[in-house]
């Protein structure tokens, strides 16, 4: 694929909703103090704790770690306005599907009305150029996220890039990040891995090759083959079904 920067930014993704406060600081300022420039949490499921949940998140984080939100849908257009003004007030830079990515007109609306700064970001569920299109063309992201695991692999996930490019917009990669490196420092206009908590357990703990995010950053394995990763059989074999 050649090789277009030499390592891309990860960003720290966790935060989910079902944790209480302490574990939510902690893995947020974990992923802080381990150099992250930006982290990203959960809101949407109980939307009365947000803004709290929030306003915790960037006091544990300071004032210089980026900080983004994922609402996987969750929100009305409307109410997804009124929390990324109050969201805005904490620094939040990424407001990842406010509404869900099925409505596209209502991404466009809250990208052209939430404050200036705010990226507003879909693309995760794209399983073939056609979604990716749509969403594209409906004006409806800042950034466009792709997921190799879903969208025709690495072929796939390089058409959608290109689109993006086409767009003036950059890319970001939805979870997965092991695998998302070579694709990523491949392309000019990406500009970071997800480094999603649930998947870097299970990369960690069943593929060799597994590449840690140190300092913010991955880069891929160029003395390996391919993605430079390997199943480890043994190793997965306790979960076979
Ligand atoms: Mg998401």
Redesign the pocket.
Known sequence: MGQAQPRITAYG?GGFTSYDDAELEKQLSDWAEAGMKMV?M?VGSESGRDIARVRLAREAIGPDVQLGV?A?GAYGRKQALAFGEAFAAQGVMWF??PVTSQDRAGLRLLRDRLPAGMDV??G?YGWDLQHFHDLLTAGAVDCL?IDGTRCLGITGFLQAAVLARAHHLEVSA??APTLHVPVCCALPHARHI?YFHDHVRIERMLFDGFRDAAGGRMSPSLDRPGLGIALKEADAARYAV
Do not use: I
């Open positions: 993704s990203k959960k994922d996987n990842e599907e970001a879909a995760e996220q939805h979870c997800e």
